[in-house]
């Protein structure tokens, strides 16, 4: 049953079969865990293909898969989830890693060398900072942020300022960016990619998809080149497993995948089986999740004690944002951040208060999450920059859940209330 052949198949129809074969594993109905290191050959010859094809000593022949052969390498859960995953962003090929920070470090690592410059968004998740501010120049890689209101004549003329213009090799983009949901143009920093490129060598573009994908925004067929994930949140959607994806074209994911497999930093065969679970579920529970959040937002934005709500939904209908909002992304999501009357205070006595939502980092998950960025999240950031990017100490982030939506309203009135 493959998408196109007879029918074209949205991926939540495929969800449940695409990739997985009954009669190989005893007419089972689900993908069994495939919880081995080694596979055994039928012959010695049939190991020696299975590792040509693997190692890139010559191409595969017509209709020839990479056989299974060790578990760094591939796995059955890892290979369907990623057949999978490839439906959703409609990618060539995809990766699971261990984490999302090993997905995102894996990419940053196999497309940067000394001597070249890394454009970056900002902010990024703190995770993602700190390697490209505190482990990237120690291997002599140049670093330059810019923020999401700079348009693509200043974006370019930070570029020529800094000197590095010329050794640009990759842009790495998170929008909406965490915590407070600034949107980035991905089809702009394309053209500065294009612009940038000299002869082969291009400038890649690699978006961090986590907070919209990767159902909502599909950096791919806006230009990008790469798509990272971090699986935790919306892909796993349970608060109950740590991983990472990263897809792209077959060509770039087959340097990826070779890092992959000289780092060891794969997913496990249970992680494979836990996502693939995850995903049969995906689109319900983040239709849910966004439209409850939709409802999240118009109450806090009424709200006296209130000052500013961050939600993609809430953008205003003049703004340039709202033009990208309209061309990149097929929903407001299910993250909401807003600014309490106050500051830390009166942020933490709403957050003390919560009877339903969980106090917690980490969203997209099928319960509400409320955390502080400032003091958790973001806390690594230098105070100024904080300041500057609005992580301020009245900010306050809630991914939303599952729940009933009053149920959700009801407990944030009740813990406002305790202001
Ligand atoms: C959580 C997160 C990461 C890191 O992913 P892990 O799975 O925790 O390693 C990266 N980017 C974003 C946007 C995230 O929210």
């Not at 700190?130 to 140049?142: A, D, Q, R």
């Not at 490129?197 to 919209?212: E, Q, S």
């Not at 497993?241 to 074209?249: Q, R, T």
Request: hydrophobic residues 40%; proline residues 4%.
């Amino acid at each position: 049953m493959k998408p196109g052949s007879k029918h074209n198949f949205k991926p939540e129809s495929l969800m449940m079969s695409h990739g997985y074969k009954p009669e190989l594993s005893e007419g089972a109905v689900k993908c069994p865990i495939f919880q081995t290191s080694t596979f055994v050959f039928k012959t010695a010859e049939e190991g020696k293909a299975h590792f040509e094809v693997a190692y890139g000593i010559r191409e595969a022949n017509e209709g020839e898969e990479m056989g299974l052969i060790y578990s760094r390498l591939n796995n059955p859960d890892l290979e369907i989830l990623e057949d999978r995953l490839c439906l959703w962003d409609g990618a060539e090929a995809c990766a699971v890693f261990e984490s999302g920070m090993s997905a995102i470090t894996t990419v940053l690592l196999e497309f940067l060398k000394p001597g070249d410059l890394l454009l970056y968004s900002k902010p990024v998740y703190g995770g993602t900072d700190h390697f490209i501010n505190t482990f990237l120049p120690k291997i002599g890689v140049h670093v330059l942020g810019f923020k999401p209101d700079m348009n693509q004549e200043e974006i370019d003329a930070l570029i020529k300022n800094s000197g590095w213009g010329d050794h640009l090799a990759l842009i790495y983009v998170e929008t909406p960016a965490n915590p407070t949901n600034s949107i980035i143009d991905i089809e702009m920093c394309v053209s500065l990619a294009q612009k940038y490129t000299k002869g082969d060598d291009r400038v890649l573009v690699a978006v961090d998809n986590t907070y919209m994908g990767p159902l909502w925004q599909h950096p791919l067929k806006h230009g990008a080149d790469i798509v990272m994930y971090s699986a935790t949140k919306y892909i796993g959607g349970h608060s109950d497993v740590i991983a990472g994806a990263v897809l792209s074209s077959a060509a770039l994911m087959g340097r990826i995948k070779a890092l992959r497999t000289f780092l060891g930093n794969m997913a496990s065969p249970n992680t494979g089986w836990l996502l693939m679970r995850s995903l049969e579920t995906l689109k319900i529970r983040m239709e849910q999740q966004a439209f409850n959040a939709n409802k999240v937002a118009v109450f806090l934005k009424n709200h006296p004690k209130v000052e500013k709500v961050y939600y993609l939904g809430l953008i205003q209908e003049d703004s340039k944002n709202y033009e990208i909002y309209k061309r990149q992304y097929l929903s407001s999501g299910a993250m909401v951040s807003f600014d309490v009357k106050g500051g830390e205070k009166e942020a933490f006595r709403f957050l003390n208060n919560l009877k339903l939502m969980k106090l917690a980092v980490s969203l997209g998950s099928t319960e509400s999450l409320a955390e502080h960025p400032a003091t958790m999240t973001h806390a690594g950031i230098d105070p100024v920059e904080k300041q500057d990017m609005g992580i301020t100490d009245k900010l306050v982030r809630l991914s939303i859940g599952v729940e009933y939506y009053e149920d959700i309203i009801w407990d944030i009135n009740q813990a406002l209330d305790e202001i």
